[in-house]
């Protein structure tokens, strides 16, 4: 079984670029999340979805951040003019059996740098 | 809002230790506790989860949950070197949202 996958690996902007992520979830799971990651933190949640609806993106900045997941499979995540405190790696997450407490499996994360 | 944190931030032990790690978490409604583990550059893989208060044991790996004192461990017994890496515990919020909050981690290094 294939598992999350996420492009690209690395990404380095400077100040005031955009840069967009894109996640594969594992097939057949229908919740999808996206997670900041700064150095040497415990992921943060930004937003998930079920299916195409976004659940909660309370923690998004939205105002620069934005997630789509149009047909409930795979999905990007954007940020528009980053900025240093954007550096961090951006993991995104699936899982099963939306109703019950089910594992997260991670995708190995894109690593931002902003200069 | 549910916080959750992890002691010690890092931790040293030999080869064949046993290696205890700790999460606190502040709401006493919450329903789900795992521990996941992320090695260096790679993504978070679960390990272990508990619902009810007790112990759960899976090989060299064992799980304890006291909601009473809002604390849940994980304990590793005989540590290997391939065992360092840093340990993420991860609670769920109470409200049927299945939403993690994740600690920061602690960073084990297993000596040979």
């Known amino acids: 079984e294939a598992g999350v996958t996420q492009s690209p690996r690395y990404a380095v902007l400077q100040e005031g670029q955009a840069v967009s992520f894109w996640c594969d979830p594992i097939?057949?799971?229908?919740?999808l999340y996206w997670y900041q990651q700064p150095r040497d933190q415990g992921p943060q949640l930004l937003v998930y979805?079920?299916?195409?609806?976004?659940?909660?993106n309370s923690q998004l900045p939205s105002d620069r951040f934005s997630a789509v997941r149009p047909k409930g499979t795979n999905s990007t995540l954007k940020i528009q003019s980053a900025k240093q405190g954007d550096t961090a790696t951006y993991l995104c997450?699936?899982?099963?059996?939306?109703?019950?407490?089910?594992?997260?499996?991670f995708g190995p994360g894109t690593r931002l740098l902003v200069l | 809002q549910q916080k959750v944190q992890q002691s010690p931030e890092s931790l040293i032990v030999p080869e064949g230790a046993m290696t205890s790690l700790n999460c606190t978490f502040s709401?006493?409604?919450?329903?789900?506790f795992a521990w996941y583990r992320q090695h260096s550059g790679k993504a978070p893989k679960a390990l272990m989860s508990?619902?009810?208060?007790g112990e759960k044991e899976e090989g060299r790996f064992t799980i304890h949950l006291n909601k009473a004192s809002l604390h849940f461990s994980l304990h590793i017994r005989d540590s290997q070197p391939s065992d360092s890496a840093l340990y993420l515990c991860?609670?769920?919020?109470?409200?049927?949202?299945?939403?993690?909050?994740f600690g920061s981690g602690t960073q084990l290094t297993v000596m040979p």
């Open positions: 997450a699936s899982s099963s059996d939306w109703g019950i407490q089910d594992t997260q499996y």
């Open positions: 097939s057949g799971h229908d919740t």
């Open positions: 979805f079920r299916d195409e609806a976004v659940i909660d």
């Open positions: 709401d006493s409604a919450s329903q789900y």
């Open positions: 508990i619902f009810s208060n």
């Open positions: 991860a609670v769920s919020l109470s409200s049927g949202s299945w939403q993690l909050i």
